[in-house]
């Protein structure tokens, strides 16, 4: 096979992609994420073994995460830009190599390379497949890819100012554990579970962050229709990106509109002064393939979630920033201030046509922990009256697979006493259907993005509490899950850490999973898949 990847729940097969990434990344490209993951891997080994202060790390700490974060599905398929960043890494790991005296370790710390050539020789040698027992591969990949998802939440945070050094420190342990052959399957399982507990201290620190600098945010209708102006369109994640561009581009004439996981920055209060952010354009990330074509003007890419255009007029329009890459789409960095320069993007907005109407009308959202804990008498009186009967964590991604219809079905099927807890991607499965309102709370409280799940383990905690509960699991609560990239398995882990146990998890379960793990995953916590929409309610509801 010329690459391996398994890391996405569309892989191939749900066993690995083999020649091409279902998502767009070619050979070279994945073989390059291989030797970055490899190389930090070996710089963690260093830090750990040399007891180097990470504090003293400095940039070096920023640099970690965000290589953790290119290597996330659909964020970077810039193999030049992958490329630069393994010598930038090979180059800081020499130099901490030289600042310690060690006597042992792992190729991962001493490997050389010049050439591309020699690079992908490397990389061919240390991919997910050098690691001959499946039990302990599955381990250690399950734990790489929460620590992408840690990393890009904790990469957000720390642009707003927020750092935690103790998650950097957990993260160079936690690599550098991936090299130990002396660690066995129970040792690989409660690291594991570690990993989950820093998850949730990095969701609680980008929360922190995102909310001392923009509010908390709060329920709010948004506008999916469009003006005539010419626009940018803003995707991704990173709300300092979005801010800047606000600024960037007020008393142009250019209107902004969020798009996919964006669509939350509209519920915090510091993003409600400019009037011209208009509204959220589109639906989720894989719909872009349809939808950049109407839209005309130009898309930043703030984080992951790029789909490869299909037609050079729209790749022209694409700018990345970031963790983001793609191959002849203009990179913007900012300087040593954090400032980034957004001029060239207004420009050609200014050039092209405003975009078109697909759909009118809006959406409401903003159920974040503050303003769901605001409203915590309401749901505890509608619990109590027996008028909402159960909530249910519909969570996550979204994704391209048929089978994730199911979604959307299981959703309009719910009975109307039940109420939707939702944050990511996957709400755009069911978030246009107007399903109404138990005594005026919607039945879809969106709480944002897929980070925000941190806000629904929040407030399950809070319901634990009024209600009296020795186990969160006697909640009237019921967790049905989409996954798609490395982020949802942060979440996951997360979940797992808190205690919460039947978790379902679709459309399908990680094909990175060896069945003896998936069965220490059952029997321990419960986890299982997705049955028909019918059934599933009425097990469900049975519970």
Known sequence: MSMFCYQCQETAGGKGCTVRGVCGKNEEVAKL?????????????IIVKGKVDVES???TNYEMLNSLFMTITNANFDDQAIERQIRKMIAVRDRLRESVDIKSLHDAATFTVDSRDSMLKKASSVGVLATENEDIRSLREMITYGLKGMAAYTEHANNIGKENLEINTFIYEALAATLDDSLTADDLVALTLKTGEYGVKAMALLDEANTSRFGNPEITEVNIGVRKNPAILISGHDLADLEQLLEQTKGTGVDVYTHSEMLPAHYYPAFKKYDHFVGNYGNAWWRQIYEFDSFHGPILFTTNCIVPPRKEEIRKRIFTTGSTGFPGCKHITADEDGKKDFSEIIALAK??????????????????????????????????????????????????????EYYTKFAAALPKDTVILTAGCAKYRYNKLGLGDIDGIPRVLDAGQCNDCYSLAVIALKLKEVFDLDDINKLPIAFNVAWYEQKAVIVLLALLYLGIKNIHLGPTLPGFLSPNVANVLVEKFGIAGIGTVDGDIEMFMAR
């Open 351 to 404: 050039t092209l046509p405003p975009p078109d109407e697909i759909e009118t009308g809006s959406i409401v959202g903003g159920f974040a922990h503050n303003q769901v804990l605001a409203l915590a008498d309401k749901i505890v009186e509608a619990v109590k009256s027996g008028a909402i009967k159960k909530f249910f964590v519909m969570a996550g991604c979204d994704g391209r697979m048929k089978s994730r």
């Open 57 to 59: 790390l400095g940039d």
């Open 33 to 45: 994420q291989d030797l970055l993951i490899y190389t930090l891997k070996g710089i963690s080994e």
